[in-house]
C-alpha cells in the first residue's frame, strides 16, 4: 500500500511540474481583462465545491471542525497569499520574472523547515541541488533581472515575494499539521475556504463592476479551474503529504522551462544553446535535491 502511495505521489509531482509551467501565460491572460481578486476567488470557488462533490460520491469523509481550523489556516497562506499575490503581481511583472522569483521558493522552504526542532536538516545534495537550480533559472530569465529596478514593477515585486514567503509557510504548516481527512479532502477545503474569503475581499472592494468575461479570459478562466486547481493544486497536497517537502518544492525549478517551451510553441520565441544548457543545469538540480531528500 506505502508504495502504491509513493507512485501516485510521484505521479502527483509530475503532474504539477508540467500543470503550473503553463498557468502562467493563462493567469497573464485573464488578469489582463478580469480584476485579479475575484479572478483568484471565484475560480478556487468553483473548483473547491466540484473536487468536495466528487471525493463525497466516493464516500470521503468530511473534515471535522479542528481540520477546518488547519484547513483555513493553510488555505489562506497557500492559496490566499501564495495565489492570488501572484496574480496580483502579473498584472505588472512579466510571466518570465514571475517564474525567476518563485524559484526561490525551495530556499524558503527547506530554510524554514531546517529552522523547526523536527525539521529535516539540509545536507550537501539538497544545498548544491537548490544552488544549480536557482542559477540554471537566472540563466534562462537573467535578461529580466533589470526590470526589477523599474518602479512600474515594485508594486508587483513586492506582492511576489509576500506570495513566495506566504507560500513557503503554508507548505511547511501543510505538512505538520495534520488533518483527519483525505489530502484530497484537504485540498478541497482549502479551496472552499480561500475562494470565500478572496471572492468576499473583491467584492468589497468593488472589483464586481469590472468583472466581465471575455472569449480569452473565459477560456483562462476554465483552464485555471480544471487544470491549476482541481489537478494541479490537488496534486500538490497529495505529493507534500507523502514525499519530502524539498524534492516536491522542485517544482519552481522545472515549471519555468515549461513557461519557455510554450513560448516558443505559441509566440515563436527562439530557444538558445543557452537555454537548452540552463535547462540541463536544472534538471540536474533537481536531481540533486531528490538524492539528497532521499537520505535517511
Sequence with gaps: MTENKNIFAYLALFSIYIIWGTTYLAIKIGVQELPPAL??????????????????????????????????????????????????????????????????????????????????????????????GLAGTAMIFGGDFHKLFEPSYLRG???????????????????????????????????????VVITIFGLLIGE?????????????????????????????????????VSLVSTYAYVNPIIALFLGWLILNEPITIWIVAASAVILVGVTFVKKGSEQK
Excluded: C
Design 208 to 244: 464586481s463592476r469590472h468583472f466581465h468575461f471575455t472569449n480569452s479570459s473565459l477560456l483562462a478562466y476554465l483552464y485555471l479551474v480544471i487544470f491549476g486547481s482541481l489537478l494541479g493544486y490537488g496534486s500538490y497536497i497529495y505529493a507534500i503529504a507523502h514525499l519530502p
Design 39 to 132: 479572478f483568484t476567488g471565484l475560480r478556487w470557488l468553483a473548483a473547491g465545491p466540484l473536487l468536495m462533490g466528487i471525493l463525497l460520491l466516493r464516500k470521503y469523509k468530511l473534515p471535522n471542525k479542528q481540520d477546518w481550523i488547519h484547513l483555513g489556516i493553510s488555505g489562506l497562506l497557500l492559496i490566499g497569499g501564495g495565489n492570488g499575490l501572484v496574480v496580483f503581481a502579473e498584472q505588472w511583472v512579466p510571466s518570465g520574472l514571475t517564474a525567476l522569483l518563485i524559484t526561490t521558493v525551495p530556499f524558503w522552504i527547506v530554510g524554514i523547515e531546517a529552522l523547526l526542532p523536527n525539521g529535516k536538516k539540509i545536507n550537501i545534495f539538497v544545498a548544491l541541488g537548490l544552488i544549480l
Design 157 to 195: 515585486v513586492i506582492g511576489l515575494m509576500v506570495a513566495v514567503a506566504s507560500w513557503s509557510v503554508g507548505t511547511i504548516y501543510s505538512k505538520y499539521k495534520k488533518v483527519s481527512v483525505h489530502p484530497l479532502m484537504g485540498a478541497a477545503g482549502q479551496m472552499i475556504f480561500a475562494g
